[in-house]
T-cell receptor
Framework: DADVTQTPRNRITKTGKRIMLECSQT?????MYWYRQDPGLGLRLIYY???????NKGEISDGYSVSRQAQAKFSLSLESAIPNQTALYFC??????????FGDGTRLSIL | DAKTTQPTSMDCAEGRAANLPCNHS???????VYWYRQIHSQGPQYIIH???NNETNEMASLIITEDRKSSTLILPHATLRDTAVYYC????????FGAGTTVTVRA
């Protein structure tokens, strides 16, 4: 969905580095979400936000932090990356309880 | 969130209807049934959702049993581009993805 843009698309980094993944949307949606997907598995919710400055933990928030400084932007940070955080990361948006729209994902590899 | 049970995989002939079952026996009254699909490693794509009534859109139909404990997603005329992993999710707003059903459409 081109209205939900994730950057970078691919990233390779080393253990211990700080990493930020960015998500921006032009849909005007109030809610934004971060998920991770491991090979062969479904997506798991990391954090979600209902509005600017609203932050809620998801299923697997340990080792991650997020920031929602503007309605259109939701960033995910790994303060000190570790190899088991290697995964595919997806951002999603929704208008209230309406269905979520996903970005194309960021493939993150931590060596 | 209520859990769902889906078959691991299924095949479908191109041009035929694909019927994807989903069991969600512990669904609560305010939870919707959502269907998404994921092609390769792309972002999941929303297909359809419903609460009690059957629903139809340009992509698919959703049949929900009267007791809401199971549902079926119907792709009326499957094409090769419908090959994907299909996820059935019951939720109020926080989506919880299981392993889904890998659907392979064969020519």
């Amino acid at each position: 969905d081109a209205d939900v843009t994730q950057t970078p698309r691919n990233r390779i980094t080393k253990t211990g580095k700080r990493i930020m993944l960015e998500c921006s949307q032009t849909k005007g949606h109030d809610r934004m979400y971060w998920y991770r997907q491991d090979p062969g598995l479904g997506l798991r919710l990391i954090y979600y936000s209902f509005d600017v400055k609203d932050i809620n933990k998801g299923e697997i928030s340990d080792g991650y932090s997020v920031s929602r400084q503007a309605q259109a932007k939701f960033s995910l940070s790994l303060e000190s990356a570790i190899p088991n955080q290697t995964a595919l990361y997806f951002c999603a948006t929704s208008r209230g309880d309406q269905p979520q729209h996903f970005g194309d994902g960021t493939r993150l590899s931590i060596l | 969130d209520a859990k769902t049970t889906q078959p691991t995989s299924m095949d479908c002939a191109e041009g035929r209807a694909a019927n994807l079952p989903c069991n969600h026996s512990t669904i609560s009254g305010n939870e919707y049934v959502y269907w998404y699909r994921q092609i390769h490693s792309q972002g999941p794509q929303y297909i359809i959702h419903g609460l009690k009534n059957n629903e139809t859109n340009e992509m698919a139909s959703l049949i929900i049993t009267e007791d809401r404990k199971s549902s079926t997603l119907i792709l009326p005329h499957a094409t090769l581009r419908d090959t994907a992993v299909y996820y059935c999710i019951v939720s109020d707003y926080k989506l919880s993805f299981g392993a889904g059903t890998t659907v392979t459409v064969r020519a």
